[in-house]
């Protein structure tokens, strides 16, 4: 199994990525840190913790991270996913698993060493951890096997501006300094995760499932459907952590990047130039039924399916 860490603004979609993470067979996760993101850090650490004990994976360590990007104030995206974080999914708030006294860069850093040239890092918030865990260990784009990151807008529109996509724009002085740092990364951004929905139908289908995946899926769903009364939404987290599972997801390009920090209407914009000699790998296609498919075997989708066990980690990092 591969070994992963996430690290999450949980989100809607982040705990959906959880949920795939914890049941995809090919992934153990080490360990979950978290960021100041869709909502603030304090909450996005709760939710991270509320998803996992729902799942029964409370052994698996939580380390909190940056509170705010970088050189930035934090803006949050509640509008999409709730005041809470999780659109008010009723799961259990009881959060009993442990919360390290290791910050998130710390983590990313000493799981790096024990795991040497084998872990991936999925990374579905703001790119602040990372960015401050490279200042601690610059081998860490050599430690690290790879990264799989949720963010950019490569050749298409952005998500809070024309131009950006939400991680990318919420810390972009965080996505440069991971950029120039030289990992093998591949970008997950809006060009392909905006193709994966989960459909109000295949929502309503799962009213009927009684077990704890897939109540999970239909209850941090309810505030897309209900509130914001979309009829479909894209599983942009999910996606990333399938990738690390399964990199043959997707197809991408080799290329150079670079994400603009000022002016302010630029904020975030990503920038790729095709380079065969590129760490960065920007995915450009994606087989959305195969991934459906993985997302749907592993959370237990399927009508008639048993109960789903989450897998975890067995030791702290
Ligand atoms: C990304 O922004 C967040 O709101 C989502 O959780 C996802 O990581 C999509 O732009
Ligand atoms: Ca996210």
Not at 33 to 52: F, K, P
Not at 60 to 76: C, K, T, Y
Not at 279 to 300: H, I, M, Q, Y
Request: glycine share 6%.
């Amino acid at each position: 199994m591969i070994p992963i860490i996430l690290d999450v603004d949980t989100g809607v979609d982040d705990a959906l990525a959880l949920g795939l993470a914890l049941t995809a067979r090919e992934l153990s996760v080490m360990a979950v840190t978290t960021v100041a993101g869709n909502v603030d850090l304090e909450q996005t650490t709760r939710n991270s913790r509320r998803v996992l004990d729902w799942l029964g994976a409370a052994a698996v360590p939580v380390a909190a991270g940056a509170s705010r990007p970088l050189l930035r104030p934090h803006s949050d995206a509640r509008p999409s996913h709730g005041p809470d974080g999780l659109g008010g999914a009723s799961l259990p708030t009881r959060q009993s698993g442990p919360i390290l006294d290791a910050t998130a860069p710390e983590v990313i850093v000493r799981t790096a060493r024990r795991y040497a040239g084998r872990l991936r890092v999925v990374c579905l918030g703001p790119l602040t951890n990372v960015a401050m865990a490279v200042r601690l260990e610059p081998r860490l784009p050599v430690l690290i096997e790879r990264l799989v990151v949720m963010g950019g807008a490569f050749a298409v529109s952005g998500n809070v501006t024309p131009v950006a996509e939400f991680n990318v724009w919420s810390d972009p002085e965080a996505a440069s300094i991971v950029i120039e740092a030289g990992f093998d990364a591949v970008w997950v951004g809006l060009d392909v995760t905006t193709i994966i929905r989960l459909t109000r139908v295949e929502w309503e289908r799962l009213a009927r499932l009684p077990h704890a995946t897939a109540r999970l899926v239909y209850e941090v769903s309810r505030w897309a459907f209900e509130e914001c009364r979309v009829e479909s939404y894209a599983l942009h987290d999910p996606l990333a952590v399938a990738v690390a599972a399964r990199p043959e997801l997707v197809a991408g390009e080799r290329a150079r990047l670079a994400v603009m920090t000022s002016p302010e209407e630029k904020r975030g914009q990503t920038l790729y130039v095709p380079d065969t000699n590129a760490t960065d790998v920007v995915a450009t296609k994606v087989d959305a039924e195969a991934f459906l498919r993985l997302f749907r075997n592993s959370l237990g989708l399927a009508d008639g399916n048993e109960r789903v066990t989450a897998r975890s980690a067995v030791d702290a990092p």
